[in-house]
C-alpha cells in the first residue's frame, strides 16, 4: 500500500508541475521561482493523497478529485510558508531545505503564499468539474483555511506561546490545545477527505462518514507530529525538532506525557476506522493510511 | 452623484460590518479585531462602490453585486495589509491611522490578511447568486489578485526598487512601469467593474465594453496615485508621500513629468468614457466616476 501511495503521489506530482506551468507571463520569474520551490519541495503530500483515495474509495476516479488535491496541496504549501516566517514561527529549515524565506527573502515569501491561495482556488474554478462540485468543494476549502479554520488556529498557537498556560486546569489546557489543532493541522486534513467524497459524488451519508474519519485522523496526525518534534531527530523530520517544548508551545506530550499521548492517537485512529466501516472493502486504503499515521508515532 | 457615492458606500459599509459579523467562535477575538480594524477603516469604499455601480449601470440591482463588491473589498483590505508589512514597502500609516502591523504586531497582520483571502471567496461563494454567476465572478477575482495579477504586480514592483532603471530606454521603463500598474492596482479595478457586469447579467458584448472601461480607469487611478504621492500632503491622501521618489520608485512623474501624466490621464479618461457609450443614459454614474479619478489630478 505505502508503494500504491508513492505511486499516486509521484503522479500527483506531475500533475502539479503542468498545472504551475500553467502560469502566464504575468507572473514574475522570480515568484514563479519561489513557488515551484516550496510547493514541489519532496513531501509525503498527505493531504492530497487522502483526497485522491477518498475519492476511489467512494467510487470516484483519480481525475475526478485531481483539482481538489492540487488546490489542497496549494493551501498547504501556502500555510508552511507563512508559518515558517521569521514574524511567525522563524523556522530556516522545511522538508530538509532553507525555508522560502531564507532560499529567497520575507518579501518573496510572503507574496508566494498570497499567490497560492488564489491559484488553490483557480485549479478548482477552471476545472471541467460540475459547477455544483466545484462551488461545494471551493466553500469547503475556503471555511476550512479561514478565520475560523487554519488561520485562526495559527493566531491561537502564537497567542498560546505568550500565555501563560501553566495557571490552566488540565481540562482548561486540554480544550486549548484540541481547539488549536482542530482548525491549525485539523481542518484541512478533514477537508482532504471530504473534498475527495465531493469529488466521487458520495451521498450525504457517505459524506458525513468521510468527514468523521477526516476529522479523527487530522488529531491524531497531529498528535503524532508532537510526538515527532518531542522525540525525533531533524533527519527524519526535515525540520527543527525540540521547538515546541523551547517556546513552551502547549502540545500533547507536554500536557498529558508521551505514553497517554500515543494513547490517544491510537484511540482517534480506532475511531476513524470505525467511521468508514459502512465503506466496506473499498475504506481499505484509508484504513492503511490511518494506522500509517500511528505508526509514525512510534 | 457625489451624495449618491457616498449613500452607497455608507450601505456597503453596513452591510461589510454584518457580513463580518457571521464570522463564528472559530475566530479568534484578537485575528477578528485586526480584520475588522483594517477593513472598516475610513475609505472611499472605490472599488466596491464601482462594481456596484456597473452592476446598476446594466439593469442589475446593488443587492445582485453586494457579494461582488464584500469580496473585492476584502482583497483590497488584504493587500493594503500585506503592503505595509516591514518587509514589503514598511509604512506605518494608512487611511491615516497606523498600519495593521503598527496597532498589533506582524504576525497578526499577516494573519489578518490571509484570512482576508478565504473570507473573500467564502463570501462569494456563500451568497444566493446562481452558481454559474459564483463561478464566472471567482474565477475574476482569482486571476486578478494571484501571480499573474496583483500579486505579480507587488513583486515586479518591489524588484523595481532594487533594479538600476535609468540604463533603461524610454519605452523600455514605459513598458515595465505600466505592465507593473496594470496587474499591481489595474487588475482589481478592473475585476471591480467586470464583476458588476457578471452580476447584472451583462450581455458578452456589455461585458466587454465594462472590462475595457475597468482597464482605462485602472491605468487612470494608478497615474492619479502616482501623482498624488508626488504632490500631495500626508493630509489629504491619509499615508506618507513622497515615499515613492525617496525609494526610487517607478512612477508616472518620474518616468514622463507630471504635465504629461496628467495629460495621459486625461486620455485614458477619455478612452473610458469611450468604451461605454452603448450603455445609454445608464453610463451616466459610470461617466461621473471616470472624471472624479481625474480630478484628484489636480
Known amino acids: 500500500m505505502l508503494d500504491r501511495w508513492h505511486g499516486i503521489a509521484a503522479w500527483f ?6 498545472q504551475l506551468d500553467t502560469l502566464g507571463p504575468g507572473c514574475p520569474t522570480r515568484l514563479r521561482e519561489a513557488i515551484g520551490y516550496s510547493l514541489l519541495a519532496p513531501g509525503k503530500r498527505f493531504r492530497p493523497v487522502l483526497c485522491l483515495m477518498a475519492c476511489e474509495a467512494v467510487g470516484g476516479s483519480l481525475d475526478d478529485s485531481l483539482p481538489g488535491a492540487m488546490a489542497l496541496e496549494m493551501m498547504h504549501g501556502y ?5 515558517d516566517l521569521p514574524a511567525m514561527d522563524d523556522d530556516d529549515l522545511r522538508r530538509g531545505r532553507p525555508t522560502c524565506h531564507v532560499r529567497f527573502d520575507e518579501a518573496t515569501a510572503i507574496l508566494a503564499g498570497d499567490a497560492l491561495q488564489p491559484l488553490a482556488f483557480q485549479t478548482l474554478l477552471d ?10 468543494s471551493a466553500r469547503i476549502l475556503a471555511r476550512a483555511v479561514g478565520a475560523e479554520g487554519m488561520v485562526g488556529g495559527q493566531m491561537d498557537d502564537l497567542l498560546a506561546e505568550k500565555r501563560d498556560t501553566s495557571v490552566l486546569s488540565v481540562e482548561e489546557r486540554t480544550e486549548w490545545l484540541r481547539s488549536i489543532h482542530r482548525r491549525k493541522t485539523g481542518a484541512l486534513i478533514q477537508a482532504s477527505v471530504e473534498l475527495g467524497g465531493v469529488a466521487g459524488g458520495a451521498s450525504p451519508q457517505v459524506r458525513q462518514a468521510l468527514s468523521e474519519y477526516g476529522r479523527a485522523i487530522g488529531i491524531s496526525f497531529q498528535i503524532a507530529d508532537d510526538l515527532l518534534d518531542a522525540e525525533g531527530t531533524s533527519e527524519k523530520t526535515g525540520k527543527k525538532t525540540g521547538k515546541d517544548s523551547a517556546r513552551g508551545k502547549l502540545t500533547y506530550p507536554a500536557v498529558f506525557g508521551i505514553e497517554s499521548s500515543r494513547e490517544q492517537a491510537r484511540s482517534w485512529i480506532n475511531d476513524a476506522i470505525a467511521s468508514i466501516q459502512c465503506l466496506g472493502n473499498r475504506n481499505e486504503p484509508l484504513v492503511w493510511l490511518a494506522n500509517y499515521i500511528l505508526e509514525r508515532t512510534h
Chains 1, 2 share one sequence.
Do not use: A, G, K, M
Open 13 to 18: 506530482d506531475s500533475r502539479l508541475v503542468e
Open 79 to 83: 500555510s508552511l510558508i507563512h508559518d
Open 127 to 136: 476545472s471541467n468539474l460540475s459547477p455544483e462540485v466545484i462551488r461545494e
